[in-house]
């Protein structure tokens, strides 16, 4: 469903040029919840965004359902982005749009009548546990529920594939269960591929079939959760899964 071949990331500057990614591949197949797990710096949050080109490989292939995406023409690009969700730290609300306006807001990009608009969202909050919220502002809002918002808002268009670049990371514990529950929940009921980034074991043991370590810009181990757990070939991934215990 996802496959990435071969992905390198230079960032070029005037005082020195730094790679990221290097020779990067993966495969998630379709309906798994694959995890990346590395230490701040690891190259976590760039390889994500190469995922729907947010940030553009130097080198290497992005393929999603089927559609190598790094070789198309930007206008067939921007259709293509529309089954590629992604869900952030920060969450990335708008302020002054209520909770039922910020859900409603890729619909209205897609021309969607006011009635069907309303039919899609409410069913949408209702999936997020939310539908006592839909006049309020994310100012009155916990982190928890911004992020639900915010899973609404990104399922919205059906996508095929859900990006979570930290999604739980500015959570509490108890939020972060409940927020993962609800990925997984998505995952299950609307069958969507779930890429995660993440620094916390724990996320990648509550709700990922397979995982991939990520070190100075290399995948250095990937295999299903159970296996690596089981075991762990490469130090730091030890040092992950001592963290966790
Ligand atoms: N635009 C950029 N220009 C130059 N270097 C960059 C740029 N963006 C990221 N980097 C560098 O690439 C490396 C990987 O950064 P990245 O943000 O992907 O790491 P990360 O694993 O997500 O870290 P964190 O968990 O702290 O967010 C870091 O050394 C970072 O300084």
Redesign the pocket.
Known sequence: MIELKNITKT?L?KKGN?T??KDVSLFVPKGKIFGII??????????I?TINLL?PPTAGTVTIDGVEITSLSSSALAKERRHIGMIFQHFNLLSSRTVFDNVALPLELEGWSKAAIKERVLELLKLVSLEDKTDHYPANLSGGQKQRVAIARTLANSPKVLLCD?ATSALDPATTNSILALLKDINERLNITILL?T?EMKVIKKICDEVAV?SE?KIIEQGLVGEVFSNPTHPLTREFILEYV
């Open positions: 960032f500057h730094f990221a990614l590395g230490a701040s710096g690891a190259g976590k949050s760039t390889l965004r940030e930290e980034i620094h990520i810009g």
